[in-house]
């Protein structure tokens, strides 16, 4: 994957540099990593109010910039979205319970922005895709922070999103077990339903498909709406070239579509 990376970042760059908006850096907390970028349509009247979209960067939790990812922001841009990546504290100084709860304060930062009629997307890639995963599973507490509505749409690429499967499983379980997306997965909530996109490459060597596969079957056994689409002979950056056009731009684009 190291190997990809310059290519993949080239990618991004040039994606960018299509990019008509306008972005802010925005911090939601006292630590320097704990801010938000901020992106938005620079034509006003392609804005939608109240449409948010949170989307979560990769790099196994201790790497990684959300600046880098901002051209995850251009199909919800396209349906008038406002899109929020945030950034957050890292190992070794904090653990994942405090990344998590990182998370959760810039999500409650931008409650009072999106007014009544909320429509709310999330979305990551890698960490991300498990960060996005957990603050999903939680619509209670997305409406405690003042958001009129929890999410509707769920987008996780190559998410590790049970931890038991990783390497490093043995070392984040038991004690991260109340922020493993596996295990804290709830039945959808009645009045938020909420939908779910899996990508995830078939030969990915970083976080293999079962994480998906596992997490599909748990969430279609409790009821919920979601589809996993695999990326044949895709590996680990596969799952996130939908930004620049490439492979499941058409699924990501239908996904996220309102109305």
Not at 46 to 68: I, M, N, Q, S, V
Not at 96 to 122: T, Y
Not at 203 to 216: C, G, K, N, R, T
Request: glycine residues 8%; contains cysteine.
């Amino acid at each position: 994957m190291l190997l990809n990376l310059p290519r993949y970042w080239a990618k991004c760059r040039e994606a960018q540099a299509t990019m008509d908006v306008h972005q802010t850096k925005v911090a939601y907390g006292p630590h320097w990593r704990q801010y938000a970028i901020v992106v938005r349509n620079r034509d006003e009247t392609l804005r939608r109010p109240g449409r948010y979209a949170f989307y979560f960067h990769g790099g196994a939790w201790t790497f990684g910039k959300p600046e880098t990812f901002t051209p995850a922001a251009i199909p919800w841009l396209r349906e008038g979205f406002t899109v929020v990546l945030p950034s957050y504290r890292r190992p070794p100084m904090v653990g994942l319970h405090r990344i998590v709860e990182d998370c959760w304060s810039a999500v409650s930062h931008f409650a009072n922005k999106a007014g009544p009629e909320a429509i709310v997307h999330v979305g990551g890639i890698s960490a991300g895709a498990h960060l996005a995963a957990v603050l999903a599973t939680q619509p209670k507490r997305w409406l405690r922070a003042g958001w009129s509505a929890a999410p509707e749409r769920a987008l996780l690429c190559a998410g590790p999103l049970s931890l038991g499967l990783l390497r490093s499983g043995r070392f984040l379980l038991p004690r991260y077990a109340d922020v493993d997306a596996i295990q804290v997965v709830q039945p959808p909530h009645p009045e938020h339903p909420l939908r779910w996109q899996l990508l995830h490459g078939t030969i990915d060597p970083v976080v293999a498909p079962a994480h998906s596969e596992v997490f599909l079957e748990k969430l279609r056994a409790l009821g919920h709406q979601a589809d996993l689409e695999y990326l044949e002979g895709g590996r680990h950056l596969d799952a996130g070239r939908w930004m620049f056009g490439g492979v499941a731009r058409e699924t990501v684009e239908e996904f996220i579509k309102v109305g």
